[in-house]
C-alpha cells in the first residue's frame, strides 16, 4: 500500500462540487475520485511491463495536459479491490476496525486495457446501518467517429443487460440534448464564447438509437450567456455600459479609462449644439417632442437591428440629462469632460435653457436643473471626481429608465418587482452592479426572442428565474438558468440537427436492486481525462452530399452487484 499512499491523490466531491462522474452514475452526492497525483513522474511500479509506444504516447500527452491525470486500469482494479475488502463485514480479520459505511469511489482511469476502460467505481450496498454488498461501475469510451455502423444496436443492448442480470423485465430512458443557439444563429452573427443554449430532453420507452425525443418529453432549456457579443440587436447598449463601467472604476481606481472617439465631432461641439438647439426654441417652449429635434437628438442605443425594434426599440422620452449623456459618451478625456458641464452650467446659470427632466431624478445634475427653474443654482466646483461622478448619475439614470422600458413595455415584469435593480438606497457602485444584472437579462431575453422565437409564455417565466436568482446573487454570466418550457417550443431544432448528446439507460430492479446499462454518444469527450482514441472506429467525417456529418465519442456504462450476505 506504501506505493498508493504516495502516487495516488483522493477527493471528495459533494455539495456545490460538480461530480464529474454523475452523467453516467446517479448515486450519493458525496463521492471519492481517486487520480494519480500530479507530484509523481515515476513510472508505475505496478506495471511489470512496459507500456507500448501508443500508451506511452497516451500517458505523455496526460502529464502535459492541465487536467486531471489517470491511474492505469490494473492499479484500479486493485484499488477498488482494496474498498470492497474494506467494506465487506465478513473480512473482520484484516483488523481494519470499526466498518465504518464510506462514500462511493470513483477511479479515473487511463483507457489502456482493450475496452478502453475510462472510470471505475464501487458503491456500498446497505441494509439500514448494515453493508450488504458492493454496486461495481465500469465506463469505457471510444471515438470520435462519423461511423455510425459503430453505433450499438439497442434490441441486442437490452438482450446483453437482461442476460448479464438475469432480468425478465426492463425499461427504458432517454436523454438527449441539442444545441440550441448554433443552431439558430448566423455564421456572421455569432463569435466564440462561453454563451451556450441547449435543451435537455428526456423520456420513456426508446424504441432505437437515435430517436428523435418524443412530443411528451420533459423538456428543460439550459442558457448560459456571455455579455457583449458584437452581433447581438444590444451590443450598442452594451458599449453603452462598458462607459458605465469605466467611470465606475475611475471612481474607485482615481484612474478612468477614456474610450476612443467614434464620432469625428468632438463631444464639446456636441453638447453646444445641443445647448444652441434648446436655447433657440426657449422662447417657443419647444419642451414637446419635435419630431426632427427628436431625430437629431437621439441615442446611439438607437443604432439597433432592425429585427429587434419590435422587442427593444428606443425610448421615445429621453429627457435633457440623457440627452446629454448621450453626448458626453464620446468625451475623450477628463479635460473635455469639465468643459462639457461647463458649458451646461453657464446656460443654466445664464437662464438661457430650462430643459425637462424626468422626475425623480437624485443626480446633481437633476437637481442643479430643478434649481434653475426658480432663478437660481447653486456653485458647483467642476474639479477632482466631482465631474466623473456627475456624468456616472446621468448614466445610471438614463440606462435604469431603458431597462425597466423594456421589462415593462414586454410586460415581463412590474415596477415594483424591478425595484430592487434600480434602487438608489444604495451607493454608486452597488448601483452599477445592478445595472450590470439587468443587462445581462436583457441580453437573455433578447437572444431567446431574436434567435429561438420565443413568446411571452416562455419569456416571463424565465424573467421571473433570472430576476430571483440576481436579487439573491452577484453577477455570474456562468450561470446556468433553467427553464421547463414543451417540446413543441424547439421541436424544430430537434428535428433539423442532429443532438450533441444522446442517450440511453436500460434498467431493472428496484430501489438498491436497480441495475442500469448506460450508452451514450456525445461530440465531445464524455471523460474530461480521455484523450481522442479512435483505435478500430473510422474517422471518416464525409456523408452523402455536400454536408459534414457529426463525429460522436460512443460510451458504455455497466455495473454489476455483489452481495456480502
Not at 500508451?55 to 500527452?61: D, I, N, Q
Amino acid at each position: 500500500m506504501s506505493w498508493f499512499e504516495t502516487d495516488v491523490e483522493i477527493c471528495l466531491t459533494g455539495g456545490s462540487c460538480k461530480s464529474p462522474i454523475e452523467r453516467f452514475w446517479n448515486g450519493n452526492d458525496m463521492i471519492y475520485i481517486l487520480q494519480k497525483a500530479r507530484h509523481n513522474e515515476e513510472s508505475d511500479p505496478v506495471e511489470e511491463s512496459k507500456p507500448d509506444d501508443t500508451s506511452y504516447a497516451l500517458e505523455l500527452l496526460s502529464k502535459e495536459s492541465s487536467g486531471p491525470v489517470a491511474l492505469s486500469v490494473r492499479t484500479a482494479k486493485q484499488l477498488i479491490s482494496f474498498y470492497t475488502m474494506v467494506q465487506n463485514p465478513n473480512m473482520s480479520h484484516l483488523n481494519t476496525g470499526e466498518l465504518v459505511v464510506l462514500p462511493p469511489l470513483g477511479i479515473r482511469c487511463d483507457g489502456s486495457d482493450p475496452e478502453h476502460t475510462y472510470w471505475l467505481g464501487a458503491e456500498p450496498l446497505t441494509a439500514g446501518k448494515k453493508i450488504t454488498g458492493i454496486n461495481l461501475y465500469m465506463v469505457t469510451c471510444d471515438g470520435p467517429t462519423a461511423d455510425k455502423s459503430c453505433f450499438a444496436n439497442l434490441e441486442e443492448l437490452i438482450t446483453a443487460h437482461k442476460t448479464m442480470h438475469h432480468s425478465s423485465v426492463v425499461m427504458t430512458k432517454g436523454f438527449a440534448q441539442y444545441e440550441l443557439l448554433r443552431a439558430a444563429a448566423l455564421e456572421d452573427t455569432i463569435v466564440e464564447s462561453t454563451s451556450n443554449i441547449n435543451v435537455d430532453m428526456t423520456w420513456n420507452t426508446v424504441n432505437k438509437i437515435l430517436e428523435t425525443p418524443v412530443l411528451t418529453s420533459a423538456a428543460t432549456l439550459n442558457i448560459t450567456l456571455e455579455s457583449g457579443d458584437p452581433g447581438s440587436p444590444v451590443y450598442q447598449l452594451y458599449r453603452e455600459l462598458q462607459f458605465l463601467l469605466a467611470l465606475s472604476e475611475g471612481l474607485k481606481t482615481g484612474v478612468t479609462q477614456w474610450p476612443e472617439p467614434l464620432e469625428s465631432e468632438s463631444a464639446v461641439e456636441q453638447v453646444q449644439e445641443l445647448l444652441t438647439d434648446l436655447k433657440n426654441k426657449l422662447d417657443r417652449f419647444c419642451i414637446s417632442e419635435n419630431e426632427n429635434g427628436t431625430e437629431k437628438i437621439k441615442c446611439d442605443t438607437a443604432a439597433v437591428d432592425s429585427s429587434i425594434k419590435s422587442v427593444f426599440s428606443e425610448r421615445g422620452d429621453l429627457d435633457f440629462a440623457e440627452q446629454l449623456w448621450c453626448k458626453t459618451r464620446n468625451v475623450s478625456s477628463y479635460q473635455e469632460l469639465v468643459e462639457c458641464f461647463t458649458l451646461v452650467i453657464k446656460s443654466l446659470e445664464r437662464g438661457e435653457i430650462q430643459p425637462w427632466i424626468h422626475q425623480g431624478s437624485s443626480s446633481l445634475l437633476g437637481k442643479l436643473i430643478q434649481q434653475s427653474y426658480h432663478g437660481k443654482i447653486e456653485v458647483v466646483s467642476l474639479s477632482g471626481i466631482t465631474p466623473i461622478q456627475m456624468l456616472l448619475e446621468i448614466g445610471l439614470d438614463k440606462m435604469k429608465k431603458d431597462y425597466v422600458s423594456f421589462f415593462i413595455g414586454q410586460e415581463l415584469a412590474t415596477l415594483t418587482y424591478l425595484d430592487y435593480f434600480i434602487s438608489t438606497s444604495v451607493d454608486l457602485q452597488e448601483q452599477v452592479h445592478r445595472v450590470q444584472k439587468l443587462h445581462h437579462m436583457l441580453e437573455i431575453m433578447v437572444s431567446c426572442t431574436v434567435l429561438l422565437q420565443f413568446k411571452h409564455e416562455n419569456l416571463f417565466p424565465l424573467t421571473q428565474i433570472c430576476m430571483k436568482y440576481y436579487k439573491e446573487n452577484p453577477l455570474n454570466e456562468k450561470h446556468v438558468f433553467q427553464l421547463p418550457i414543451r417540446p413543441a417550443v424547439v421541436k424544430k431544432f430537434c428535428q433539423n440537427d442532429d443532438p450533441e448528446i444522446w442517450k440511453v439507460d436500460i434498467i431493472s430492479g428496484h430501489g438498491q436492486k436497480e441495475v442500469r446499462t448506460t450508452w451514450q454518444v456525445s461530440t465531445n469527450p464524455p471523460v474530461e481525462h480521455m484523450t481522442s482514441n479512435n483505435t478500430g472506429l473510422s474517422s471518416d467525417s464525409t456523408v452523402s452530399g455536400s454536408s459534414e456529418e457529426r463525429m460522436y465519442y460512443i460510451a458504455m456504462a455497466k455495473c454489476s452487484q455483489v452481495h456480502f450476505t
